[in-house]
C-alpha cells in the first residue's frame, strides 16, 4: 500500500509537474500573443497616425490651393474692374469729346449759314445794283427786263 501510495504521490506529482508544465507553456503562450497583439495595436496605430499626417497634408494642400485660387479669383474679378472703370473713363471720355465735337460742327454749320447768308444777301444787293443801278448810271445799257436772251435763262 505504501508503494502504491507513493506511486499515486508520484503520479500526483507528475501530473502536477505536467500541470504545472502546461500552465507555464500557457502563460508564456498567452504572453507570447498579448506581446504579438501589443505589437499589433502599435503597428495600427502607427499607421493610424501615418494615415492622420498623410491626410492632414493633403488638406493643408487643399487648403492652400483653394486659397491661391480665390487669390488668383480676387486679382482677376479687381482687374476686371479696373479695367470696367478704364473702359467707362474712356467712354466718359469719347462721349465728352463726341459732344465737343458736336458743338464745333453745330457752331461751324451755323457760321457757315451765316457766312452764306451774308454771302447771298452781298451777292443780292450786287445784282440789285447792277439789274437796277447800272441803267441809271449809263443809258445805253438796257435794264434787265429788256433782256429777254438773260430772262429765258
Known sequence: MQRAIEEMSQQFVRAQEQHQEQYLREQEQYLKDREQQENW?????????KWQQQMMAQQQEFQTKILDGQSEQSTNVQESINGLFLRQAKYGEYTQNLYQWKNIYHTIGKHRNLDRMEYDMQT???????????PT?????????????????
Not at 448810271?137 to 435763262?153: D, G, M, S, V, Y
Request: glycine residues 2%.
Open 41 to 49: 495595436q502599435r503597428q495600427m496605430m502607427e499607421q493610424q497616425e
Open 137 to 153: 448810271l449809263n443809258q445805253e445799257i438796257k435794264p434787265f427786263a429788256q433782256c429777254p436772251e438773260f430772262i429765258e435763262q
Open 124 to 134: 443780292q444787293a450786287k445784282l440789285h445794283y447792277v439789274v437796277h443801278g447800272m
